[in-house]
């Protein structure tokens, strides 16, 4: 009997799918409450050499926000 990925937390699910990597089920259960939550951070592709600058920019931004949650 599979577990109700429903109820799971993100947490929950990822340690579920790491030990049933073969499961379709809970690969869609963990894409969707990724999904659901959506609080990754998202910059532009970089275009040139000169964007490499804004890199700190980003870790800064990943440092800020990151602090909040980590899986």
């Given at each position: 009997?599979?577990?109700?990925?429903?109820?799971?937390?993100?947490?929950?699910?990822?340690?579920?799918?790491?030990?049933?990597?073969?499961?379709?089920?809970?690969?869609?259960?963990?894409?969707?409450?990724?999904?659901?939550?959506?609080?990754?951070l998202t910059f532009p592709a970089l275009?040139?050499v000169e964007d490499l600058d804004n890199?700190?920019?980003?870790?800064?931004?990943?440092?800020?926000?990151?602090?909040?949650?980590?899986?």
């Amino acid at each position: 009997m599979k577990p109700n990925f429903e109820a799971m937390d993100k947490k929950e699910l990822r340690a579920y799918l790491l030990q049933h990597r073969e499961d379709s089920e809970v690969i869609s259960a963990y894409i969707e409450k990724l999904n659901a939550e959506a609080n990754w951070l998202t910059f532009p592709a970089l275009t040139s050499v000169e964007d490499l600058d804004n890199i700190p920019e980003f870790f800064n931004k990943l440092r800020q926000d990151g602090s909040t949650e980590k899986t």
